[in-house]
């Protein structure tokens, strides 16, 4: 049995890092593994022009921890009033290495997001003709649509239509989580791509909602049933290069996921890396994981490759790893896959 594994180091292409004491709190969750992250820009208020992503990404950077090497790689979160041309300049001078679309109301901090796609029109031309990926919250929010069916009825609704009616838009799906979500990226063309979360690769319906309901299970898009993780694992793990890593690492304080009204999202910086190990293991994929982690998103993104390695190794005891990450927000519950973790990152 392969015990020992060295790739390169991995990058994580969807994640949340808040501000203020939670993000001091979770930054080095991410920068102990992870050599870069694209950075969400929901906040309140959200991230809207270049030069709130700049003011961002000088807070990330003044709280990260010495050494860490991590490069944050900024997100605008797009709006009908966003200006293509501010879009444009932040990209030219390599700050800006995505833009946001959420649908209005979709999830956390969504107020902002997009209602009527002709007033995003000719952002999204503009970056077609420059090359800027769009990463895209994959769900319909019209109430009368079933959760469990929001992220297949935008594929077909909003995504398709958007993608027809802006030739040359590189898209990615962000957090794909159906069956329909893998064959949409899969037959998109090199232009498309998409983000697969650590967590879905763990989760289905059940595991939220049978025997009671779990709370640090929640997040958005929900998980799904068990025929979906499946398909979920499968992509992740095909080695093809459209498929890769963003964790949506969502931190939460605990007493905002154990609530009446639980705020979406898991909890993930800390251990993605031991159980992605593991899932590839059992996969019979350990050789393609170093694709998922380290190769594939930076290639989308037409960013270097890292040069850094991470080595895994197989240990014979458990990785113990605190239930919570004290914050100065409040504690995070860090996300508990189920089974113990045998994959431990080498110091
Ligand atoms: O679970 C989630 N949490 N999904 C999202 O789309 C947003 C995120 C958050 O910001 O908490
Ligand atoms: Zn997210």
Sequence with gaps: MTDMLTIARPDDFHLHLRDGAMLQGVLPE????????LVMPNLLPPVVTTADARAY?????AVQPEAAGFTPLMTLYLTETTDPEDVALGAAEGLIAAVKLYPAGATTNSA?????????????????????????????????????????????????PLRSATPGLRVVMEHI??????AYARAGGPDLAATITTHHLILNRNHLLAGG?????????????????????????????????GTDSAPHIDALKEHACGCA???????????????????????????????????????????????LERRANPLQLPEKILTGAGPVTVFDPGFPLYWHVAP
């Design 30 to 37: 991410t920068t102990r593994h992870f050599a870069r992250a």
């Design 57 to 61: 990404r000088d807070r990330i950077l």
């Design 112 to 160: 902002s997001g997009v209602r009527n796609f002709d007033a995003v029109r000719a952002v999204l031309e503009r970056m077609a003709e420059i090359g800027l990926p769009l990463s895209v919250h994959g769900e319909v929010t019209d109430p009368r649509v079933d959760i469990f069916d929001r992220e297949a009825v935008f594929i077909d609704t909003v995504l398709d």
């Design 177 to 182: 989580t159906t069956a329909e979500g893998v």
């Design 213 to 245: 309901i779990r709370p640090h299970y929640y997040c958005l898009p929900v998980a799904k049933r068990e025929s979906h993780r499946l398909a979920l694992r499968a992509a992740a793990t095909s080695g093809e290069p459209g498929f890769f890593l």
């Design 265 to 311: 999202g898991c909890f993930t910086a800390t251990n993605s890396l031991p159980v992605l190990a593991q899932v590839f293991e059992d996969m019979g994929a350990l050789a393609r994981l170093e694709g998922f982690t380290s190769r594939h998103g930076a290639a989308f993104y037409r960013l270097p490759p890292n040069t850094g390695t991470m080595t």
